[in-house]
């Protein structure tokens, strides 16, 4: 396209993400420039076109269009590609829809609408011979979507494990290092801007849920959706965990996990998301406060790992822009739809109860004699062997605790136990339990 002078760009939605790369655009237009090529905000659509005016104005985008219609900015046929930055699910899913079949790229941050819809929006962006980024919906301003679909494929990826959500990977640092219990580091989270009124999506594992399905999907070439990641959120930890974790030689976190399991397109996927005990000299273990990170094992590369800021407007409107560049080097080199949906196999999703893992457990009991036996027999019917147990903290004059940790286990065999174990005699309370990961999990 030697006739074309610039990359005009249309943004969908000027909130928080939407004006983050409005705002990484307009600051950095000049090396995007040296770098690719001119790239220019030319229209926004939003439905509070005062306040939309008014950061445009400020930004110094005065000659930027601006339509309150999305469709509006569709139909202009100057726009190359559009950004979706509204959020959600059915009017997002309409907009890329319409913005991919009119043959304008698109670029989106979007990860509930991927994590359900993702193979049919690539599909329709493969039919229309256009390109559909999505580096900012997993992991903010973190590449590692590009990482894993191209840098690393010339691998067979073996695993991902991921702290991928800011909000719960502050609060789990607070309970750790300060010693503080899960409502004190919620409140804490809140009120710094790390956690929302209804932090529900973030602590029960739901957004992790959606980014380790759209990892699993890029990584194992087979489409994983939202509802087959199982998910367990962090609201029962308690201060006690995270001191007996330390105890053991453990950080507990926020993990979401994908596992591909046998032959390289045969096999299983392994996909889930719940606090984990991870040893204390684990990369991952080491990543505190709202950063995220994501561990990699591939069969060449072996470990690596990415680390950053995992949400916020610049650092995810750095992951919209370098989308936007790429998609522009497309357009110029008239080569879109170079690399479309990789997801060419059907791997079933092994279901939760057929997972295999270590256990901790902690139980208040009576104390008193044989209580040690009886948790060892409910163990044993359940076909749970034990790898380490231990009485700790005295709760009342006649209660204790115990912690277990057990070797190996089913997901099904370990809440069968746990069921035993929460009407015996002997038993005040099952107070959890975490899964727990070593060098051979």
């Not at 829809?97 to 670029?107: D, E, F, Q, R, W």
């Not at 590369?301 to 800021?309: A, L, N, Q, S």
């Not at 999703?349 to 997972?355: I, S």
Request: proline share 2%; glycine share 8%.
């Amino acid at each position: 396209m030697a006739d074309k002078t610039e990359i005009r760009v249309g943004i969908v939605g000027l909130g928080t993400v939407g004006g983050g790369t409005a705002t990484v655009l307009t600051e950095n237009a000049a090396i995007i420039a040296s770098r690719a090529f001119p790239i220019r905000l030319a229209a926004v659509a939003d439905i509070d076109t005062t306040r939309a005016r008014d950061f445009l104005d400020k930004l110094g985008q005065k000659s930027t269009i601006l339509y309150n219609d999305w469709r509006q900015m569709i139909d202009d046929p100057t726009i190359d590609i559009v950004v979706e930055t509204i959020g959600g699910i059915n009017l997002a899913r309409e907009v890329i829809s319409a913005a991919l079949i009119a043959g304008k790229t698109v670029v989106t941050a979007n990860k509930d609408l991927l994590a359900v819809h993702g193979g049919e929006l690539l599909r329709i962006a493969g039919e229309h011979e256009n390109d559909l980024f999505f580096e900012a919906s997993v992991a903010g301003g973190i590449p590692v979507i590009q990482a894993v679909k191209e840098a690393l494929a010339g691998n067979r990826i073996q695993s991902i494990m991921g702290i991928l959500n800011g909000t719960t990977n502050f609060i789990l640092t607070r309970m750790s290092e300060d010693g503080t219990d899960f409502a004190e580091a919620l409140a804490e989270a809140q009120a710094l801007g790390y956690a929302e009124a209804d932090p529900t999506a973030d602590v029960e594992g739901w957004d992790a849920a959606r980014k380790i399905a759209i990892l699993s999907s890029i990584a194992f070439n087979s489409r994983v959706t939202y509802d087959m990641v199982p998910c367990e959120g962090i609201t029962k930890i308690s201060k006690w965990d995270m001191i007996y974790a330390k105890e053991f030689g453990y950080v507990i976190k926020m993990v979401g996990i994908a596992r591909h399991q046998g032959c390289a397109e045969e096999g299983f996927i392994e996909a889930r998301v719940h606090p984990l005990m991870l040893p204390a000299n684990h990369p991952l273990a080491t990543v505190r406060d709202s950063y995220n990170a994501v561990f990699i094992e591939g069969n060449a590369v072996e470990k690596t790992m990415f680390y950053g800021r995992g949400a916020g407007a610049l650092p995810t409107g750095s992951a919209i822009v370098g989308d936007i560049i790429q998609a522009a080097r497309n357009i110029m080199h008239n080569s879109k739809a170079r690399l479309g949906c990789t997801c060419h196999l059907d791997l079933p999703v092994l279901p939760l109860d057929e997972v295999v893992s270590k256990y901790y457990i902690r139980v208040s009991v009576y104390d008193r004699v044989g209580v040690f036996a009886s948790l060892s027999a409910a163990l044993r019917d359940s076909n749970v062997s034990i790898d380490a147990a231990m009485q700790k903290r005295r709760i009342s004059a006649d209660q204790a605790e115990i912690v277990i940790i057990t070797h190996k286990v089913r997901h099904a065999d370990i809440l069968a136990a746990l069921s035993i174990i929460e009407n015996l005699d002997c038993t005040c309370e099952v107070c959890g339990y975490i899964r727990v990961e070593n060098e051979e999990s």
